[in-house]
């Protein structure tokens, strides 16, 4: 068995958590999330996308050509079971 600390350390982030940290922003234009989530424009581009599609967030437009993405109700509740298996797997910071 590997120890918890050690899949922590180098282990890059699944598709599933990449996920997580762009719901977990609530609501946030392209640039924010890019930054926070930590990763390329081309990845954002991907994953807005794919977000969009299943419903889980909202292109919101606040002026032209300012849009940002707001999180909707099914991705609050995919959050919430995301974050709970993760922490079943020990996979989340201990705060």
Sequence with gaps: MIP???MRMERRRSSVEVIADILRL????KTEIMYSAN???FQLQKYLNYLLKLSLID???VGNPSVTYRV???GLSLLKSIEGVLEI???TEVE
Aim: aromatic content about 6%; cysteine-free.
């Design 4 to 6: 918890k600390d050690s």
């Design 89 to 91: 797997l020990q996979l």
């Design 39 to 41: 990763m390329s424009y």
């Design 26 to 29: 609530g609501q946030a234009g």
């Design 59 to 61: 292109k919101v437009e």
């Design 72 to 74: 909707t109700e099914k």
